[in-house]
């Protein structure tokens, strides 16, 4: 049997799949008995339970008046020190190359002992950053200096070669979803909640809002989905496009039928009451939450970008088409809702491959022997 181990988690714990993919690691670790200790600005927040064996120790930034910008990066380079010292961890499993690897890599040499550090890209530490030349040598330094190295897709690691070209063997550890909670579930009662009628489709899109995920195309393709197929959108999440989306759903008359929900928690729920999902967007290197969603049995349409071809299987489980083809969004998500037998059948696909390639005990496990072989090789 492999020995219990002690693992520092560092990401960005607010909404965002980094945060939550980091956060179900550090629960599915404890209950497989390690001792994780989360060392981030604030409390991770899906995690939403106790555990004799989570740890939760917070970086705190003061803002001295002296510096123009608070030193973030160097408190928790310190807190990261303290804790891997105190805590006499093993392993220090960080999320983004910058600022966490190199946050990581200072803390170990502060605390002067031989942790292991293994990095996970996620995808906009390289997509959007990788592009700052600023950067470039940071996000190198980041990734050759760490023990281990994943990413969360193979389009990932291309595009890491192609941008950022580390001497590093990086691996791809797939995204995974909690089973006991990404399943469907009976949420008969939302849809009459929402004013759902009984004849209608639920299309849902869910995500941060940010320019990137291209949710003017998810409205635009659903206004023309609704002309052939009575249907309700559900947009789930907040951010930055928030605005220019309702501008958007008003002058397209579409105010009665899409339910602008916000951040929401139980997902799950969204998802099961849901028959087709919509991920169109322009960077995006996995796509947890299409994931989320065919755990949930709901087929997703999304775009040939990053790593959502990995996830979608075109003509299996949904379609992947061109960024901004909204006609062919509109085609396969016809195609989709308009006969049942094609719907069970993708969604059926759906639940079965997130079973095959993406359940959580499948992935820990690719974790946990990353850990193992690391330690081993002292
Ligand atoms: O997509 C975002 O804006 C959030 C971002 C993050 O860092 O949390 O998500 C990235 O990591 C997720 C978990 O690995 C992936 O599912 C997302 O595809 C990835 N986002 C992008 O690449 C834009």
């Known amino acids: 049997m492999e020995k219990k181990l002690r693992i520092g988690i560092t990401c960005y714990p607010t909404v965002g799949g980094s945060g939550v993919i980091a956060t179900e690691l550090g629960k599915i670790l404890a209950e497989r008995g390690h001792e994780i200790h989360f060392i981030t600005s604030s409390m991770p927040f899906r995690l939403n339970r106790m555990y004799h064996n989570i740890y939760y120790h917070q970086v705190e930034v003061n803002h001295y008046s002296v510096f123009q910008y608070p030193p973030y990066d160097i408190a928790l380079a310190s807190k990261m020190a303290e804790v891997v010292k105190r805590e006499k961890l093993d392993i220090l499993h960080v999320h983004y190359a910058i600022p966490h690897a190199i946050c990581a890599i200072l803390g170990k040499q502060m605390a ?13 530490d390289i997509t959007v950053l990788g592009y700052d030349p600023s950067l470039t040598e940071s996000i190198r330094f980041g990734i ?13 690691i291309e595009q890491t070669r192609e941008l950022i070209n580390p001497d590093k063997d990086i691996e791809t550890v797939y995204n995974f979803i909690d089973e006991r909670v990404f399943k469907k579930v009976d949420s008969e009662h939302l849809r009459e909640e929402y004013g759902i009628l009984p004849h209608e489709k639920v299309l849902i899109h869910v995500s941060n809002f940010r320019a990137v995920k291209r949710v003017q195309d998810v409205v635009k393709t659903f206004a023309k989905v609704i002309q052939k197929v009575p249907s309700k959108l559900l947009l789930v999440g907040d951010g930055p496009e928030m605005t220019v989306v309702c501008r958007l759903v008003k002058e397209l008359n579409l105010e ?7 951040k929401q928690d139980k997902l799950e729920e969204l998802y099961s009451m849901s028959d087709l999902m919509l991920l169109l967007s322009q960077k995006e290197s996995f796509g947890l939450v299409a994931l989320e969603a065919m755990a949930c049995g709901v087929p997703c349409i999304g775009t040939n970008i990053g790593g959502i071809p990995e996830v979608i299987e075109n003509g299996k489980n949904g379609f992947v088409c061109d960024l901004g083809d909204i006609d062919h969004f509109y085609e396969k998500a016809l195609y989709l809702l308009q006969d049942d037998a094609i719907h069970k059948q993708f969604s059926q696909n759906a639940m079965e ?7 959580s005990d499948k992935i820990i496990n690719q974790y946990e022997d990353i850990y193992n072989r690391l330690l081993k090789s002292e």
């Open 144 to 156: 050759e200096k760490s023990d281990a190295v994943t990413a969360v897709s193979n389009a990932l």
């Open 112 to 124: 002067g002992t031989d942790l292991k550090i293994v990095t996970t890209l996620h995808g906009t």
């Open 353 to 359: 491959m997130v079973h095959q390639r993406f359940r």
């Open 256 to 262: 009665p039928y899409v339910l602008l929900l916000g």
